[in-house]
């Protein structure tokens, strides 16, 4: 009468993701991507190791397509210099193990990136985590004001 109440719940979860977007910082959708990259990357290495290939492949398939179309596409090589540099190398090194992992059926590679993506995610996460400076040119007008107020 009222549908399942399994898409109920996923039209929950679509809109709360929805919301999470477009409130989200510039930071905050980097950490995103990267935590839809582990999920798509577990969810392909859980469906390879019980052997349900075309979930497998739609898996990792996403994994890929987050990669390259959010994370590697995010980067601003001209701001960011040799490191945008060397992540969109390491971005594009990722997603051609994620297909040499689906083509062979590889665990191994499948837990390589998800260390990656990890160790990636985590310094990400601690750049936000770090406290803005205060320009040194700003800090003594603002102190000054402070004092003789």
Do not use: C
């Amino acid at each position: 009468m009222f549908g399942s109440s399994n898409r109920g719940a996923s039209s929950y979860a679509k809109v709360g993701l929805e919301t999470s977007v477009v409130a989200a910082s510039p930071h905050k959708l980097i950490v995103m991507l990267f935590d839809g990259a582990l999920v798509a990357v577990l969810s392909g290495l859980m469906h390879m190791r019980s052997g349900n290939i075309p979930e497998k492949g739609k898996a990792i398939s996403k994994a890929i397509q987050i990669i390259d179309n959010g994370l590697r596409a995010s980067l601003d090589k001209k701001a960011g210099g040799q490191i945008a540099e060397n992540l969109d190398s390491l971005y594009e090194y990722m997603s051609a193990r994620l297909l040499a992992a689906n083509l062979k059926n590889d665990t191994e590679i499948m837990v390589e990136i998800q260390g990656l993506l990890t160790e990636l995610r985590e310094t990400w996460n601690a750049i936000g985590a770090a406290p803005t400076a205060i320009p040194a040119d700003v800090a003594p007008v603002r102190i000054s004001n402070l004092v003789s107020a």
